[in-house]
């Protein structure tokens, strides 16, 4: 029996997101510490397993598809950077609940806590990631203008996009457990829909199948404007959209069926 | 003026099977049921109630303690009290701090060292920087674990972490103190402290509620009691008379 009680807590939970947003990122910074305690470089192996792997494969993908490695090589890094923590948050909103199942039913943490911890998580992860893209610069030297700076407003979109979808995730994943494996062969999928290793140039037919891929004007925003690459006002139309839509429908899911996430974890 | 006023509670908890639980089987359950025999297909959700229609009011001063057999609905009603479960019938108005003290252990990190973990629970206790700052020492000094305290906590022995978890979880202050099953902690000589703390906390609590097993706790640290049997009230009274009440049913 739902009633305004129940209401009123949700949004409290959702205002105090702002307020106490000390406990979900301080939580956040503790368990990226926690895991890289033990190794030598700490949580710079982060940037270190991406630097590898970008490296890796866009010089091979690049001379396999004769790309030319001074344009392929940023694009495909931003484009993996990004993807990344995508692909990351989508895979992890998918457990996130039902692995606090315990915190859920002994504390008073508001459960979208959880939720913003592991976003905040990711964050402190792609940040880590971006230096990779700072650090090949040097050697390529693509053109930088001011408008670069447009990628970080591309990031608050996403993240943004992201904190609604990971809402919606964690929520129907709790009651049905089946969800989280679907939700990885989704990402899979949408990886090969998604421009991130070829360049939407490079698509002809099959078009507009692929600007009906959200995550795409996603990245998009993200990834383009720092590597110069010009971005159609449209596009950052639909990612404004989508971001708040996504917010809005993570709240409204938040508030129907917050008290009802107690009884299914 | 904390108080706790509880009217007509019932808790219906959802049991999910696995096929219950399982998108794919709900949906093909539910085409196969269109305009056909009912088919059992296994996801049908029953329901628990685990608490039927209870009610009644605490106030400032009052410590309840809850009595009955394992899967009487002491946790649940504890948990509804701390906001965790929300009612599925009746309602409940609660005024004052809550502090539930459920788990001891939750939220540790073995690879961080005391202080960390002093300051980890401190985040999840819902405490600013600051307010764990002033707590710290306070902790420290009543564990009595010295420099252990620099060390990553796998390397304390059993006694040791129960000592940090316990110094931490009684650090802080409420209005309304609620405990679900709380074990006795530590080692003779710790003991005496801890039972010392535990009432000193419990009596600066406006409202205390612990939910145990054991009537020497209960005892101690109470004034009334309920008794709940398969989720309903059947006992409610000062607390010795509730605790003495079935051997007194038995013998006559």
Redesign the interface.
């Known amino acids: ?1 739902k ?1 305004s ?2 209401t009123e ?1 949700a949004v409290r939970d959702l205002r105090d997101v702002f307020v ?1 947003s ?2 979900w990122s ?2 956040a910074s ?1 368990d990226i510490r ?1 895991k890289y ?2 190794s030598t470089l700490g949580s710079l192996w982060i940037t270190m397993t991406t630097g590898a792997m970008v490296l890796a494969i866009g010089l091979f993908y690049g001379q396999f598809f004769g790309q030319d490695m001074h344009s392929y090589l940023p694009y495909f890094t931003a484009s993996y950077i990004t993807w990344s923590f995508i692909a990351s948050v989508f895979g992890e909103a998918s457990t996130t609940l039902i692995g606090s199942g ?8 508001p459960i979208v806590f959880h939720i913003m911890r592991m976003m905040q998580r990711n964050l402190i992860i792609v940040l880590h990631n971006a230096v990779v893209l700072a650090a090949i610069w040097p050697f390529v030297r693509w053109s930088l203008y001011p408008s670069a700076l447009l990628s970080l407003v591309g990031l608050v979109l996403l993240y943004l996009f992201l904190v609604g979808v990971s809402a919606i995730i964690s929520i129907i994943c709790v ?5 989280p494996p679907l939700i990885q062969v989704l990402t899979q999928f949408l990886f090969f829909l998604t421009p991130i290793i070829w360049y939407p140039e490079q698509i002809h037919t099959g078009k507009k199948i692929l600007a009906l891929n959200p995550v795409s004007y996603m990245l998009i925003v993200v990834r383009d404007p720092v590597l110069g690459r010009p971005v159609e006002i449209q596009s950052w139309i639909i990612a404004i959209f989508l971001a708040a839509a996504s917010v809005l429908a993570g709240s409204l899911m938040y508030v129907r069926f917050r ?1 009802r996430i ?3 974890v | 003026m904390p108080s706790i006023v509880v009217e007509n509670l019932s808790i219906d908890i959802p049991v999910l099977t696995l096929r219950a639980q399982s998108l794919r089987t709900v949906v093909v359950a539910k085409a196969r049921a269109v305009g056909g025999t009912i088919i059992d297909s296994g996801t049908r959700i029953s329901v628990v109630r685990a608490l039927d229609q209870i009610s009644f009011t605490l106030g400032e001063g009052d410590r309840l303690g809850l009595i009955g057999p394992n899967g009487a609905g002491k946790s649940t009603l504890i948990r509804v009290l701390a906001d965790i479960y929300a009612p599925s019938a009746g309602k409940i108005e609660r005024q004052g701090t809550l502090i539930p003290m459920f788990d001891i252990g939750i939220g540790f990190d073995q690879e961080a060292t005391g202080y960390e973990n002093i300051f980890l629970r401190g985040m999840m206790m819902g405490l600013t920087r600051r307010e764990i700052a002033d707590r710290t020492d306070e902790i420290a000094a009543f564990s009595e674990l010295g420099e252990y305290l620099d060390l990553p906590i796998r390397t304390y022995s059993a006694g040791m972490t129960l000592r940090l978890m316990f110094s931490i979880a009684t650090s802080v202050a409420g209005d309304i103190i609620l405990m679900d099953e709380w074990i006795s902690v530590g080692d003779v000589s710790f003991q005496g402290k801890a039972q010392k703390r535990m009432l000193d906390m419990t009596g600066k609590a406006g409202i205390l509620v612990i939910a145990s097993h054991d009537p020497s706790i209960l005892l101690q640290h109470c004034t009334l009691g309920m008794r709940l049997e398969k989720g309903r009230v059947v006992d409610f009274g000062p607390i010795a008379t509730v605790l003495d009440r079935p051997k007194l049913a038995a013998a006559g």
């Open positions: 029996m009633s009680v129940d807590r106490r000390m406990m301080a939580l503790a926690s305690r033990l315990n915190l859920i039913k002994s504390s008073q943490m009651r049905y457990r089946d969800i008290r107690a009884y299914w």
